[in-house]
Nanobody
Framework: QVQLVESGGGLVQAGGSLRLSCAAS????????MGWFRQAPGKEREFVAG????????SYADSVKGRFTISKDNAKSTVYLQMFGLKPEDTAVYYC????????????????WGQGTQVTVSS
C-alpha cells in the first residue's frame, strides 16, 4: 500500500514561487511514475509534471514548461514540484499521484493519490 502526503501549498502573489512536497511511503516497483496533477474549480483534473522513480526522466505540461521543475529525493521518498513565475491561472488543488502509466500525463494510469494541497495565486 502506497500513501502520499502533499504539503507546501499556500497563497502567493503572481510572479512568486512555491515548492510542493509529496512524501511517499510503501513499496515502489521499478517502473513507478510519480506525477503532479491539478484541478481548478469547475475544471477537469490536468497533468502538470511527472518523473520516473528509477532513472528520473521527467515530463511537463506545456503550460508549466520553463516555470515548474519536478524532482525527487529517493533517500527521503519525496517528490517535489518547484514552481516559479506563478500565475493566477495556476490556482488549483495540486495532487500527487503514483502509478505505472504508459503515458505520464494520463491520470488513469495512476493508482495512488494524495489528498491534495491548495495553491492560490493572487493577481
Amino acid at each position: 500500500q502506497v500513501q502520499l502526503v502533499e504539503s507546501g501549498g499556500g497563497l502567493v502573489q503572481a510572479g512568486g514561487s512555491l515548492r510542493l512536497s509529496c512524501a511517499a511511503s510503501g513499496v515502489f516497483v521499478a517502473n513507478t511514475v510519480m506525477g503532479w496533477f491539478r484541478q481548478a474549480p469547475g475544471k477537469e483534473r490536468e497533468f502538470v509534471a511527472g518523473i520516473r522513480w528509477t532513472g528520473g526522466m521527467s515530463s511537463y505540461a506545456d503550460s508549466v514548461k520553463g516555470r515548474f521543475t519536478i524532482s525527487k529525493d529517493n533517500a527521503k521518498s519525496t517528490v517535489y514540484l518547484q514552481m516559479f513565475g506563478l500565475k493566477p491561472e495556476d490556482t488549483a488543488v495540486y495532487y500527487c499521484a503514483a502509478g505505472t502509466p504508459y503515458e505520464s500525463s494520463n491520470p488513469l494510469g495512476y493508482i495512488y493519490w494524495g489528498q491534495g494541497t491548495q495553491v492560490t495565486v493572487s493577481s
